[in-house]
């Protein structure tokens, strides 16, 4: 069984920053692209950003600039430095990583249960 734990989030005034980390565990044998996501009520999920396995990078437009992710595959766990953050960031983050375990023939995607940011102006 795997597991994703977010840590990280809480409540920032406009302008400050937060740091978002995601740790997975359980019979892991690979990890391939891991991720953050965010929603709120307003809207549907929506990728914030995205990390190859060979840190190749991907981010939503409105996040460029601001928000950095980066993993260590050592730890298996993905960051997301969020940085210049807005009263529009505030939403729940979740953690994505598509994880092929010890048992399963391809790889499978995993969600964490999510961390709240809120951000006040």
């Known amino acids: 069984q795997v597991q994703l734990v977010e840590s990280g989030g809480g409540l920032v005034q406009a302008g400050g920053s937060l740091r978002l980390s995601c740790a997975a565990s359980?019979?892991?044998?690979?990890?391939?692209?891991m991720g953050w996501y965010r929603q709120n009520p307003e809207k549907q999920r929506e990728l914030v950003a995205t990390i190859s396995s060979v840190g190749i990078t991907k981010y939503a437009d409105s996040v460029k600039g601001r928000f950095t992710i980066s993993r260590d595959n050592a730890k298996n766990t993905v960051y997301l430095q969020m940085n210049s953050l807005k009263p529009e960031d505030t939403a729940v983050y979740y953690c994505n990583a598509n994880i092929q375990t010890s048992r399963s023939l391809f790889p499978v995607d995993y969600w964490g249960q999510g961390t709240q940011v809120t951000v006040s102006s």
């Open positions: 359980g019979t892991i044998f690979s990890i391939k692209a």
